[in-house]
């Protein structure tokens, strides 16, 4: 079974530029999360999409943060204009649709983004 | 306060000994637990999971849960140099049937040496 996986793995940006990064799910997998790590802090939850729909966009930093996932498989995560304390990894996240429980989240490798 | 605490580390343990890692939360209204471990450059990689009060054991590892304490535990028995890494604990405080949103701490860097 392929993991979680996230393109690109490392991207460094001008400020002021436009990034998207993309996350391929489990397969079956309905859970997609998006999570941030900024320098020194602890990773941080930004949204949840149970397929097509968005459940939970709570850790949004603001609204030059966009994310789709157009057809319930794959996910966007597009920042446009970057800024510099957007620097960070930013992690994607699967689960099936069930109880917190016993669907633990399994995590893609990261985006390393790097504004200058 | 935090919402999720570990100590940062890093945790020097000899190869064999048992390393001890402790994370405290503050939301009494969380529901379950979760230790991941997390290589430099790579994702975190769950280890195991916790929801009831007690002890939990999966190999070599043990989790402990007090809620009445506000407290989980990770016990690494046998410790060996490939379990060099970072140990993040995540809470999730919300019980939505579709979802599974973690809070993190920081990550307790443990580094066994040989």
């Known amino acids: 079974e392929a993991g979680v996986t996230q393109f690109p793995s490392h991207s460094v940006i001008e400020k002021g530029q436009t990034v998207t990064l993309r996350c391929d799910p489990i397969s079956g997998h309905d859970n997609l999360y998006w999570y941030r790590r900024v320098m020194g802090k602890e990773i941080k939850f930004l949204l949840h999409?149970?397929?097509?729909?968005?459940?939970?966009e709570s850790g949004m930093p603001n609204n030059r943060f966009l994310a789709e996932r157009t057809g319930g498989t794959y996910s966007t995560l597009k920042v446009q204009p970057a800024e510099l304390e957007d620097s960070g990894v930013y992690f994607c996240a699967s689960s099936l649709r069930r109880s917190s429980y016993n669907s633990p989240l399994h995590f893609g490798n990261g985006t390393r983004l790097t504004v200058t | 306060q935090k919402e999720v605490e570990q100590n940062s580390g890093p945790l020097s343990v000899p190869e064999g000994a048992i390393a001890s890692l402790n994370c405290t939360y503050s939301d009494r209204g969380s529901q379950s637990f979760f230790w991941y471990r997390q290589y430099s450059g790579k994702s975190p990689e769950l280890i195991m999971f916790i929801y009831s009060n007690g002890d939990k054991e999966d190999g070599r590892f043990t989790a402990q849960l007090n809620k009445a304490s506000q407290y989980v535990s990770l016990l690494i028995r046998d410790s060996q140099p490939s379990d060099s890494a970072t140990y993040l604990c995540?809470?999730?405080?919300?019980?939505?049937?579709?979802?599974?949103?973690?809070?993190f701490g920081g990550g307790t860097r443990v580094l066994v040496k040989p």
């Open positions: 995540a809470v999730n405080t919300e019980i939505k049937a579709a979802g599974n949103k973690l809070t």
């Open positions: 999409f149970v397929k097509e729909s968005k459940q939970d």
